[in-house]
């Protein structure tokens, strides 16, 4: 089902090229701006990798090692080839064939069942899709045959809602009991450090491996990374090379990975605060807000109106003010819709009343 026309989607996009005002993740440039200020980012000391080996990549797989406080890192072009090559390793290690996956990961939305069609790897659902994971949903798991567990923090899926710290150390305690490695799609995992109150290397060490991605929260180009033991890296570099994930160089997404990361997150804590102040504004606006009180950076609006209902208001609530109030619903029915906001550079350049006025003007055209 097409929830928006693509006549809508295009003037949305144009729009958003030229806007001054807008409210979701950080401003990006245009291509010239943004390659012209990463080539100032880089050093004297910097140097191509080839095939992922030296140079600038092996300098920032240090970095991010040290950060995350594991053996060592390996970065890759995607996070679908990380968390899916690291799965592959742990089911060889093992010798079993399932993992465990709640109903939202992107494993299962996102990625046509990769793990299943190209990896060979049976997957076991669990939980329940508009929960968060807890020891409870693990009743219906077999150890025997389970290799692995993936555990989304922030869960996207719905509004970036956190397992709770005694949840995962519970988890933790299970997995190991039985042999089970537990992985973390740590897609978002810079905005956790406020809600568990804890720095990223102690969360990290709830893991046996980690998966971090550098464009959504960090304004790279693209690329992700797999952290882990010595061994599992090892493996997982064979496994990437395997699938064609390992090109003659990847300098100019490290680049963009090493910026971001030295750009925006110490601005995290910031922008997690930022979140809740614009919630609260929002209280008195026609919509729900999921989770009702906000624990990381980014939470779902959930509208009484169809996705090209709300997405018509959108695109001429910009064409007559020049602000994007909200990004397209990214789910929805006949009678219902769902944005997603995530909050970055753009939006914290206005108080959260500026944004929480014109929703509120937006919807009541």
Not at 143 to 170: K, N
Not at 192 to 215: G, K, M, N
Not at 263 to 270: C, D, G, I, V
């Amino acid at each position: 089902m097409t929830l928006i026309s693509d006549l809508l989607k295009t003037r949305f996009d144009e729009l958003h090229a030229h806007a001054k005002a807008a409210i979701h993740r950080h401003q990006q440039l245009d291509m010239a701006d943004e390659l012209k200020l990463l080539s100032q980012s880089i050093t004297s000391n910097d140097s191509r990798d080839s095939y992922g080996r030296g140079g600038i990549i092996s300098d920032f797989e240090q970095q991010l090692s040290q950060l995350f406080s594991t053996q060592s890192c390996l970065f890759l072009p995607t996070g679908t080839l990380a968390q899916c090559a690291a799965l592959k390793c742990y089911s060889q290690l093992t010798g079993r064939s399932y993992v465990g996956l709640h109903p939202t990961s992107h494993l299962l939305l996102h990625e046509h069942r990769a793990i299943e069609q190209l990896w060979g790897l049976n997957v076991a659902e669990m939980g329940t899709y508009n929960q968060v994971l807890t020891i409870d949903d693990f009743g219906k798991l077999d150890p025997a045959t389970t290799a692995a567990i993936i555990i989304e923090t922030p869960m996207r899926e719905i509004g970036g809602q956190l397992p709770s710290w005694s949840d995962l150390t519970t988890i933790k305690a299970w997995c190991k009991e039985h042999g089970i490695k537990l992985h973390l799609d740590g897609a978002r995992i810079w905005q956790t450090t406020e809600f568990y109150q804890r720095p990223l290397a102690e969360i990290a060490s709830l893991f046996d491996s980690i998966y971090v991605s550098f464009y959504k929260d960090l304004g790279g180009i693209s690329g992700a990374a797999l952290l882990g033991s010595d061994k599992l890296i090892d493996q997982a570099r064979v496994w990437a090379r395997r699938a064609g994930g390992n090109p003659i160089t990847l300098y100019p997404e490290v680049i963009a990975a090493r910026a971001g990361l030295n750009k925006y997150l110490s601005a995290m804590p910031q922008f997690v605060d930022y979140t809740r102040q614009l919630c609260d504004a929002l209280r008195c606006a026609p919509l729900s807000i999921v989770p009702a009180n906000p624990q990381v950076a980014m939470f779902h609006l959930h509208f009484d109106m169809s996705a090209q209902d709300l997405a018509a208001r959108i695109v001429s609530y910009a064409q007559h003010t020049g602000i994007i109030v909200l990004p397209l619903p990214r789910s929805g029915s006949k009678q219902t819709c769902v944005c997603e906001i995530s909050i970055g550079d753009r939006a914290v350049v206005h108080q959260p009343n500026y944004w929480a006025e014109h929703i509120q003007a937006c919807l009541a055209q």
